[in-house]
């Protein structure tokens, strides 16, 4: 249910190979729409800094964080997979350094599935 609709357009015409790459990518992709993709990686990280902005509800925003921060662990976790880094430094994707609870922590998952349940109230 949207409670308030806004008009936001957005332009990019990349000329750096690596964002034409990103762009091509994006617009090839059927793993879900292009702006379903965007909104996930867009909301993943910004999300806590609008709601931060706009709230006075410290709980809200530590709630936002903390589904903003799982859904950066597994995307984290899926570029370590997929690019098979083995490097230790990447202590953020392990259970034990995680500050929330046990049910909180990202599970692994092996299909690219970029329908990040733990956004999916902001989707």
């Given at each position: 249910m949207?409670?308030k609709?806004?008009?936001?357009r ?10 034409v ?8 992709s ?5 702006t ?7 909301r993943s990280f ?5 709601v931060?902005d ?8 530590q ?9 950066l ?7 370590v ?11 953020f994707l ?5 500050c929330s609870?046990?049910h ?8 690219n599935?970029y ?9």
């Amino acid at each position: 249910m949207c409670n308030k609709q806004i008009d936001f357009r957005w332009r990019y015409q990349p000329c750096q190979s690596l964002d034409v790459q990103l762009m091509n990518y994006i617009q090839a992709s059927r793993i879900t729409g292009k702006t379903q993709m965007m909104l996930v990686a867009v909301r993943s990280f910004w999300l806590t800094h609008a709601v931060a902005d706009y709230s006075d509800s410290e709980k809200e925003v530590q709630h936002i964080a903390q589904i903003c921060v799982k859904a950066l662990r597994k995307q984290a976790e899926e570029i370590v997979e997929l690019a098979r880094l083995e490097d230790t430094s990447l202590k953020f994707l392990t259970p034990d350094y995680s500050c929330s609870n046990s049910h909180d922590r990202v599970s692994h998952s092996n299909n690219n599935d970029y329908d990040d349940a733990g956004l999916s109230n902001f989707m």
